[in-house]
């Protein structure tokens, strides 16, 4: 089954950017549509992003669409989510994980083999 590794996160001000990488080894990686979570200290996990298995679709929750962008690098194992105008409501753990069941995509019951998580936290 995939491994995955969260990377990237950190503190920045408002309006600054991050790159969030996730690194996958273990499985077959390049045959897995993606997806980004994240859990703030007292709320649920929320999606935040989705990107198919060849990268030729995105999904973004509204709270970040137009400001993070999500894309893979299947040669390196590798996804990725771009978050630029951060906001402190994007204080969060941030998740990787594959889809490994079907079903909507901001449906965190249809990934597994989650990560650790990344923490990002943005500071006003």
């Known amino acids: 089954q995939l491994q995955l590794v969260e990377s990237g996160g950190g503190l920045v001000e408002a309006g600054g950017s991050l790159r969030l990488s996730c690194a996958a080894s273990?499985?077959?990686?390049?045959?897995?549509?993606m997806g980004w979570f994240r859990q703030a200290p007292g709320k649920e996990r929320e999606f935040v992003a989705a990107?198919?298995?060849?990268?030729?679709?995105?999904y973004y929750a509204d709270s970040v669409k137009g400001r993070f962008t999500s894309s893979r690098d299947n040669a390196k194992n590798t996804v990725y989510l771009q978050m630029n105008s951060l906001k402190p409501e994007d204080t969060a753990v941030y998740y990787c994980?594959?889809?490994?069941?079907?079903?909507?995509?901001?449906?965190?019951?249809?990934?597994?083999?989650w990560g650790q998580g990344t923490q990002v936290t943005v500071s006003s």
């Open positions: 994980a594959p889809q490994i069941g079907s079903g909507r995509y901001d449906d965190g019951s249809i990934y597994a083999y």
């Open positions: 990107i198919t298995w060849n990268g030729g679709r995105t």
């Open positions: 273990g499985g077959h990686f390049s045959s897995y549509s």
